[in-house]
């Protein structure tokens, strides 16, 4: 789904910005080589943000990060 017109950016591009280390709206646009124009995609790039911080943060752990038990 596009999510800013003016510039003609993805939902897909705006998470790889944020995989790739972009951490605030003003730095996916930086990430995407773009500038803000009418505005109107600055929401629905803080929520991509917002989701993609919840859900790095309720990974399960790995496994070989868990204990061992004691046989």
Do not use: H, W
Not at 36 to 42: E, S
Request: charged content about 25%; hydrophobic content about 30%; some cysteine.
């Amino acid at each position: 789904m596009y999510v800013c017109l003016c510039n003609g950016f993805t939902c897909r591009d705006v998470r790889r910005s944020i995989e790739e280390g972009a951490g605030t709206v003003a730095q996916v646009y930086r990430a995407q080589g773009a500038k803000p124009n009418c505005g109107r995609c600055r929401e629905t790039i803080s929520d991509i943000l917002t989701e993609e911080r919840t859900s790095s943060d309720s990974l399960p752990l790995a496994s070989s990060t868990l204990p061992i038990a004691a046989e």
